[in-house]
């Protein structure tokens, strides 16, 4: 399989508007009193039936390094999403969202520290922009910033969500995206469940299935099988920080669609944190070299 590098990072953004559109799904969800490790649980056996059914024959044929890839990007993957779960417990939406988007910063610091690869010059405007867009984006500009343990906890989310992405686009390349998928499935499951029968069994009681299965089906079959094997392929065939800026308009998506769906209002803020992430990420798109002026 081979694509370019447009087309990857358009499947990176279709990934970003469908994560952004899973936000309500989520929300209906902790509505209904289900916690984090159990929507893991259900959404990664949900991912990894479905992985299964499309893709057995690659699955079939892995081997024992395709295994390891997997539970190590699986586990990754896993920490990243119950830390920022976790840290909105203590902390507020828009603090948690803003921090969560702060992967786009450590992730070139990954890069340079482990693999000794300098970002382009470009990457440094362009993260600044837009965490500055985020900064509009959730309020915390206007509202001002104070930190808790949410906020903490959120920060260590955004470095296995950095993390992930640096894997996915540098130590994945010789497994099958395929394979990679059904891994990510059977670790979110997996580990969702452990989680959920060590620390939420006291709050199964509380929950609301009729409501709050359905939303998470949804979020099994779009967000997870998906949006993830989006990102899987996506990021064989381009890089990590232009995918991380990318996949960052996650969180601008999903305030579009809660606008658009009346659960919040539209408001100037809203645009501006939009348009500067945009930027930022046209900013990573463009190749500088090619306006240098003739000698």
Same mark, same amino acid.
């Given at each position: 399989?081979?694509?370019?590098?447009?087309?990857?990072?358009?499947?990176?953004?279709?990934?970003?508007?469908?994560?952004?559109?899973?936000?309500?799904?989520?929300?209906? +969800? =902790?509505?209904?009193?289900?916690?984090?490790?159990?929507?893991?649980?259900?959404?990664?056996?949900?991912?990894?039936?479905?992985?299964?059914?499309?893709?057995?024959?690659?699955?079939?044929?892995?081997?024992? +390094?395709?295994? @390891?890839?997997?539970?190590?990007?699986?586990?990754?993957?896993?920490?990243?999403? #119950?830390?920022? =779960?976790?840290?909105?417990?203590?902390?507020?939406?828009?603090?948690?969202?803003?921090?969560?988007?702060?992967?786009?910063?450590?992730?070139?610091?990954?890069?340079?520290?482990? !693999?000794?690869?300098?970002?382009?010059?470009?990457?440094?405007?362009?993260?600044?922009?837009?965490?500055?867009?985020?900064?509009?984006?959730?309020?915390?500009?206007?509202?001002? $910033?104070?930190?808790?343990?949410?906020?903490?906890?959120?920060?260590?989310?955004?470095?296995?969500?950095?993390? @992930?992405?640096?894997?996915?686009?540098?130590?994945?390349?010789?497994?099958?995206?395929?394979?990679?998928?059904?891994?990510?499935?059977?670790?979110?499951?997996? $580990?969702?469940?452990?989680?959920?029968?060590?620390?939420?069994?006291?709050? !199964?009681?509380?929950?609301?299935?009729?409501?709050?299965?359905?939303?998470?089906?949804?979020?099994?079959?779009?967000?997870?099988?998906?949006?993830?094997?989006?990102?899987?392929?996506?990021?064989?065939? =381009?890089?990590?920080?232009?995918?991380?800026?990318?996949?960052?308009?996650?969180?601008?998506?999903?305030?579009?669609?809660?606008?658009?769906?009346?659960?919040?209002?539209?408001?100037?803020?809203?645009?501006?944190?939009?348009?500067?992430?945009?930027? +930022?990420?046209?900013?990573? #798109?463009?190749?500088?070299?090619?306006?240098?002026?003739?000698?």
């Amino acid at each position: 399989m081979q694509i370019s590098k447009g087309r990857a990072n358009l499947m990176l953004l279709m990934a970003a508007m469908i994560w952004g559109a899973g936000y309500i799904f989520s929300k209906m +969800a =902790t509505n209904a009193h289900m916690q984090a490790g159990l929507i893991n649980a259900i959404r990664g056996l949900i991912y990894t039936g479905l992985a299964f059914l499309f893709f057995h024959k690659a699955i079939m044929k892995m081997s024992r +390094a395709d295994i @390891q890839i997997g539970l190590s990007a699986g586990l990754i993957n896993f920490l990243g999403y #119950q830390f920022q =779960t976790w840290g909105l417990r203590y902390t507020t939406p828009s603090n948690n969202a803003f921090l969560t988007a702060i992967y786009v910063v450590i992730i070139p610091i990954i890069i340079w520290v482990i !693999y000794k690869r300098r970002p382009e010059a470009k990457s440094y405007p362009a993260i600044i922009i837009a965490i500055v867009g985020m900064g509009f984006l959730t309020n915390i500009l206007q509202n001002g $910033f104070t930190l808790h343990i949410g906020d903490l906890l959120t920060l260590i989310s955004a470095f296995f969500y950095a993390l @992930q992405i640096v894997y996915f686009g540098m130590r994945t390349m010789n497994t099958s995206p395929f394979v990679l998928s059904f891994m990510l499935g059977i670790t979110q499951s997996g $580990f969702g469940l452990i989680w959920s029968l060590l620390f939420e069994h006291a709050s !199964y009681g509380a929950i609301n299935w009729q409501a709050g299965l359905w939303p998470v089906i949804v979020l099994g079959i779009v967000s997870s099988f998906g949006a993830q094997s989006l990102q899987i392929i996506g990021q064989r065939f =381009t890089d990590p920080t232009p995918a991380g800026l990318i996949l960052m308009t996650e969180s601008m998506f999903g305030s579009l669609f809660s606008v658009a769906l009346g659960f919040e209002p539209f408001t100037v803020h809203l645009l501006l944190g939009g348009v500067l992430i945009i930027i +930022a990420i046209l900013i990573m #798109q463009l190749d500088f070299s090619r306006f240098k002026p003739v000698k």
